[in-house]
Structure formats: C-alpha cells, structure tokens
C-alpha cells in the first residue's frame, strides 16, 4: 500500500519536532487550504523541483517560533532573537527534506531549495501557481502551527482520494 502524500508529511513534520525540536506535537486533520489561509507571524517556505514542482509552508506564530528555537538551541526563550529566522529555515528545511526523502522511496523525486523566511504581521503568503494544496493543523503545547503543501499537479496526490471523485 502506497503512504498517503498527506500522512507522509503529516509524519514527516512530527519526526522533526520529536527528534530536532524536543517537542510531541499532534495532527489535528486536515484543513481546507483555499478556504483558511493560516494567521502567522513566522513563515518559512522551501521549494520542491522536480516532476511535480511545489512548495512546503511552515506557519507560525512569535511566540511558537521562539519555543521552538528554544528547545532546539537548548536556550531560554526569552534569550531568543537572532536565531528565530534560523531556526524556522531549518525546521521547514527539516520538514521538507524528510517528506523529500520518504516521497523518493515510492517514486517522486525532488530538489528542493534553500529555505525562506519571512517574519512580519497581517502579511499572507500566496504562490502565483495553482495546483493541489493540503493545509495541516498541528497542536504544540498551546501554540497551533501549520504546515502546507502544494504540487502544482491536481493528480499528484497519490493514495489520496478527492471529494469531487
């Protein structure tokens, strides 16, 4: 049976968090991307080339990224300001390269990019490219994340079945 692209990166994003991050962090579905766009003040992006091409998106806020870079720098939270950016570049990195990884032993081949970082306030994130895209709720401790991704392939999705079907 051939891993859903969906729980591939739902597994992924957990394995990072437990392993780079310290933290146990739960799934909690799966969100409608074109209806929710995540609020966030921490987002990092990282590329997929290949066949399909794509993008896998952390959402986060200050106070989540600052727990993060937190435990994975092994310093207080409050003591957290210039290795915030770094920090979520190598989570997404992380996350990206894992589902990369997995996605390549059942056939889909990927590069991907250096990570992206933007940090800010009332600010949305939109690629200019349509295609199949799956948003992921994540609960950390009180701080809910997201992570999205999206093929630029409708039929990308392999194991997975859509609504309209």
């Not at 692209?5 to 990072?16: G, N, P």
């Not at 579905?29 to 990092?44: F, M, T, Y």
């Not at 990224?65 to 435990?71: V, Y």
């Not at 990570?115 to 948003?135: Q, Y």
């Amino acid at each position: 049976m051939i891993p859903s692209v969906i729980d591939t990166l739902s597994q992924a994003t957990q394995d990072v968090f437990e392993t780079m991050v310290f933290r146990e962090i739960s799934c909690e579905g799966q969100i409608d991307a074109e209806a929710l766009r995540p609020q966030a003040n921490v987002v990092g992006t990282v590329g997929l080339a290949g066949s399909p091409n794509g993008l896998v998106t952390f959402y986060t806020s200050f106070a989540a990224a600052r727990d993060i870079a937190s435990a994975m720098l092994g310093m207080p939270a409050g003591d957290v300001n210039g290795e915030l950016t770094d920090a979520i570049g190598e989570v997404t990195n992380m996350i990206a390269g894992s589902f990369r990884t997995r996605m390549a032993e059942i056939g889909d081949a990927w590069t991907i990019t250096i990570p992206t970082v933007a940090i800010g306030s009332d600010f949305t994130i939109k690629p200019l490219v349509s295609g199949r895209r799956v948003l992921l709720p994540f609960r950390m401790e009180a701080h809910q994340i997201f992570v999205e991704l999206l093929l630029t392939d409708a039929d990308a999705f392999p194991g997975e079945t859509r609504g309209d079907e």
